[in-house]
């Protein structure tokens, strides 16, 4: 147990240690949790295809990632995510900006809700946050950076039918852009709307495969699709 508890608190250090604060649109994962003190490992990626903020402008952009949990309690999901994203910002003053890959990374948890074993019913809550730092842009001797900063919390429930398992729930999330000229000038940019729908489905292979697809609606429309292993 302590072992496991070590490899998690190190995951976890390096992650706030390379990106503390910053954030992307986060999946709710699904109502699939990871045994006691057993990880899930798999695939995934995530697209955020658009995404208003308050001056009028938006923000989209595509991420990829290696995604981990694991099972601390039978009630606790510590969920973990490493890899690459851009950011693309449509402006409707000025020119549009594409920041080309960077890395990614991510952290969160899960809490096991109400169940009915019964009937296959499950529900969790769940907090994500996804960090994206695109590489910055140098525009006529001008340094431009931007991250997307994004905290969610998500309440879901699933209905099994045999392979296949359907979800669905609500997220509150804020989103802002925060941009930086030449190391300097910051500045932050809020999103339009902060009240979302998630919509979802689990397909297992066998016990221990699985497929994912899952779409956000509402405050903005993003779909991810990945693939998982229980170990």
Avoid: C
């Avoid at 409707?92 to 009915?116: C, H, I």
């Amino acid at each position: 147990m302590l072992r496991y508890l070590f490899i998690i608190w190190n995951l976890f250090i390096g992650i706030l240690i390379f990106n503390p604060v910053d954030a992307f649109s986060a999946p709710a994962y699904g109502t699939h949790m990871p045994k006691l003190h057993r990880w899930t490992f798999g695939f995934e990626g995530s697209f955020l295809l658009d995404r208003d903020m308050e001056d009028g402008s938006s923000t989209r952009g595509n991420r990829y990632f290696y995604i981990g949990s694991f099972g601390l309690f039978d009630w606790l999901s510590l969920d973990g995510k490493i890899g690459v994203g851009n950011v693309q910002w449509h402006r409707t003053d000025a020119a549009d900006f594409e920041y080309n890959t960077g890395f990614s990374g991510a952290y969160g948890f899960r809490v096991r809700g109400f169940e009915n074993r019964d009937l296959d019913i499950k529900s969790l809550f769940g907090f994500q946050h996804i960090s994206v730092h695109p590489d910055a842009r140098n525009i006529d001797g001008t340094k431009n950076e931007i991250i997307v900063d994004d905290w969610q919390f998500s309440f879901i429930i699933s209905k099994g039918f045999e392979r296949f398992v359907p979800y669905g729930g609500v997220r509150v999330s804020t989103l802002d852009l925060i941009r930086r000229t030449n190391e300097a000038d910051r500045k932050r940019l809020k999103a339009d709307e902060n009240f979302g729908l998630t919509f979802g489905l689990d397909y297992y292979f066998n016990e221990r495969l699985k497929a994912n697809i899952e779409g956000a609606f509402v405050d903005g429309e993003e779909i991810a699709v990945g693939i998982t292993y229980d170990f």
